[in-house]
């Protein structure tokens, strides 16, 4: 059985006079892609691939320099289409993206309803997986699309699990029956959080403290830790 790791893309630098799928990483992301590189050293990836939006591509590209990998861009990994919505205040980012995932088939935001936007991710990602059988395939992808299409295999409202994935944070499941293994995240006050379990269930996370990357632990049948993660992500 093969590993897919969604891996949600590190810190860009925000640009208010651009569009948020144009922005680069910043030198914090940067820093990040390379100790998310050092952190799945022992994960078995055998290939990168990465959305083309330069942020997903760029953090991509280090891991997979860090883990001596080849990576690709594949279309139909970017982001939920908010190519004109522009840089808005987060509490009213926030409220829109929480009506995005409560109405699903209307149009609330961007050019996409989040049911267009996860059938568009959910082919790619079998086209991806297809390509590549057998292989334990790490793809470079959004926050939004990841928890649509994660709402498949946890019982995790997609809204609550798209709080959760700060930046940069990855999912691992088995494939192609999609129980998750691990869901780990850097929140944004530097603690990390990591946890393991077998879907479709809500993940047990525990909370490990520090500023910089430490390992979390979870374990099956556990009981549930912290779910510490707070602040939004686009």
């Given at each position: 059985?093969?590993?897919?790791?969604?891996?949600?893309?590190?810190t860009?630098?925000k640009?208010?006079?651009?569009?948020?799928?144009?922005?680069?990483l910043?030198?914090?992301?940067?820093?990040?892609a390379?100790r998310?590189?050092?952190?799945l050293?022992?994960?078995?990836?055998?290939?990168?691939?990465t959305s083309t939006?330069?942020?997903?591509?760029?953090?991509?590209?280090?891991?997979?320099?860090?883990l001596d990998?080849?990576?690709?861009?594949?279309?139909?990994?970017?982001?939920?289409?908010?190519?004109?919505?522009?840089?808005?205040q987060?509490?009213?980012?926030?409220?829109?993206?929480?009506?995005?995932?409560?109405?699903?088939?209307?149009?609330?935001?961007g050019?996409?309803?989040?049911?267009?936007a996860?059938?568009?991710?959910?082919?790619?990602?079998?086209?991806?997986?297809q390509?590549?059988?057998?292989?334990?395939?790490?793809?470079?992808?959004?926050g939004?699309v990841?928890?649509?299409?994660?709402?498949?295999?946890?019982d995790e409202?997609p809204?609550?699990?798209?709080?959760?994935?700060?930046?940069?944070?990855?999912?691992?499941?088995?494939w192609?029956?999609?129980?998750?293994?691990?869901?780990?995240?850097?929140?944004?006050?530097?603690?990390?959080?990591s946890?393991?379990?077998?879907?479709?269930?809500?993940k047990?996370?525990?909370?490990?403290?520090?500023?910089?990357?430490?390992r979390?632990?979870?374990?099956r049948?556990?009981t549930?830790?912290i779910?510490?993660?707070?602040?939004?992500?686009?």
């Amino acid at each position: 059985m093969s590993k897919l790791i969604l891996i949600k893309h590190a810190t860009p630098l925000k640009d208010v006079t651009k569009a948020s799928h144009l922005w680069r990483l910043s030198d914090r992301g940067r820093e990040d892609a390379k100790r998310l590189g050092e952190r799945l050293r022992d994960g078995a990836v055998d290939v990168v691939i990465t959305s083309t939006e330069p942020k997903a591509e760029e953090t991509g590209r280090i891991v997979a320099e860090v883990l001596d990998l080849p990576y690709e861009s594949a279309d139909g990994l970017h982001e939920h289409d908010r190519s004109n919505v522009p840089v808005m205040q987060t509490r009213e980012f926030i409220s829109m993206v929480a009506l995005f995932f409560s109405e699903p088939r209307r149009l609330v935001l961007g050019k996409e309803t989040a049911e267009a936007a996860r059938q568009r991710f959910d082919r790619a990602l079998d086209d991806v997986m297809q390509s590549h059988d057998g292989k334990n395939v790490a793809i470079v992808t959004h926050g939004t699309v990841m928890a649509l299409f994660l709402q498949e295999y946890t019982d995790e409202d997609p809204f609550r699990l798209w709080r959760r994935l700060q930046l940069p944070s990855y999912v691992v499941l088995d494939w192609p029956d999609g129980a998750v293994d691990e869901i780990w995240s850097r929140s944004a006050s530097g603690v990390v959080a990591s946890g393991s379990g077998v879907g479709p269930s809500p993940k047990r996370a525990c909370v490990g403290q520090g500023a910089g990357y430490t390992r979390g632990s979870g374990s099956r049948g556990g009981t549930p830790g912290i779910s510490a993660f707070q602040g939004w992500t686009r």
